[in-house]
């Protein structure tokens, strides 16, 4: 609860869908990474992961954590 942000990294079991879950109940900023396209299917994924509070990215780790730092320093509402 003390967190100001959830990362999600994919694949992901039960335990971290229940943590995605109370960080989307508390209103807490949440990013979900994944190395594959399958993140956007929306048969085959939670629910969750397509609220427009979700801010995905895929490809490569080190991608996702340098627009995390610049999504985070500059505050931006927009797209990830």
Do not use: Q
């Not at 229940?18 to 209103?27: F, W």
């Not at 949440?30 to 085959?44: A, F, G, L, N, W």
């Not at 080190?62 to 509402?77: Q, S």
């Amino acid at each position: 609860m003390a967190a100001d942000f959830f990362i999600m990294s994919l694949p992901a079991r039960k335990g971290s869908h229940v943590e995605l879950g109370i960080a989307l109940a508390s209103g807490k900023r949440v990013y979900m990474y994944s190395t594959d396209e399958d993140i956007y299917h929306s048969e085959t994924t939670a629910t969750f992961y397509h609220l427009p509070e979700v801010k995905k990215l895929v490809g490569a780790f080190d991608c996702f954590w340098e627009r995390l730092i610049f999504h985070e320093e500059t505050n931006e509402g927009g797209a990830f």
